[in-house]
């Protein structure tokens, strides 16, 4: 191929990728977010916006395709004490924050307030496999890493984590907090 074909060459692909350009979309897109707000309405009402505990235990334990469990706990809180597998996220960041579109997300905080305004972050920007850990850290201290005997599979998921198993009418191990 001679200069001047191969420079026709590039010009014809600059004008076409200079035409599609604005079907692209956005490189800005977590700017622009969007709500439906009564389709997250739908989904607090049905509870698919929150996983309990045992159930993100079973994820882990099952080393499901694609999650990603994101704390949003402050970096002090996160070093004394976080789920396995846990990335330290400040909450600020989950909108640049690179997620595949097939990653399974779970948001964690302590007592799931700043997770479940995270998931409404991540629903807007159009991840549509987001959870937030319902109780927070509390509610995995308490049913992963110290459940009440009685319950064989919550009992099992514990041993694999590390936890003990406290026996039936002992209070719950977390202390509970009252912020996010």
């Not at 956005?26 to 997250?40: C, E, F, G, H, I």
């Not at 080393?63 to 909450?91: M, N, T, Y």
Request: contains cysteine.
């Amino acid at each position: 191929m001679n200069v001047r074909a191969g420079r026709r060459a590039l010009l014809g692909m600059a004008v076409v990728g200079g035409a599609l350009a604005p079907f692209a979309g956005s490189p800005y897109r977590a700017r622009r977010a969007r709500l439906d707000v009564d389709r997250l309405a739908g989904m607090v009402e049905r509870q698919e916006d929150h996983v309990s505990a045992l159930e993100l235990a079973r994820w882990i334990k099952d080393r499901r395709p694609g999650l990603r469990v994101l704390d949003l706990r402050p970096p002090e809180d996160f070093d004394a004490g976080h789920i396995p597998g846990a990335q330290p996220v400040a909450l600020g960041a989950l909108a640049s924050l690179p997620l595949a579109e097939d990653d399974t997300v779970v948001l964690v905080s302590d007592g799931g307030g700043h997770a479940a305004q995270g998931w409404v972050f991540l629903q807007a920007l159009g991840h549509r496999q987001c959870y937030f850990l319902r109780g927070g850290m509390g509610e995995w201290q308490d049913e992963v890493m110290s459940p009440v005997e009685g319950d064989a599979r919550a009992s099992a998921l514990a041993r694999y984590f590390g936890g003990a198993v406290r026996p039936a009418g002992a209070a719950p191990m977390a202390r509970r907090r009252g912020g996010c």
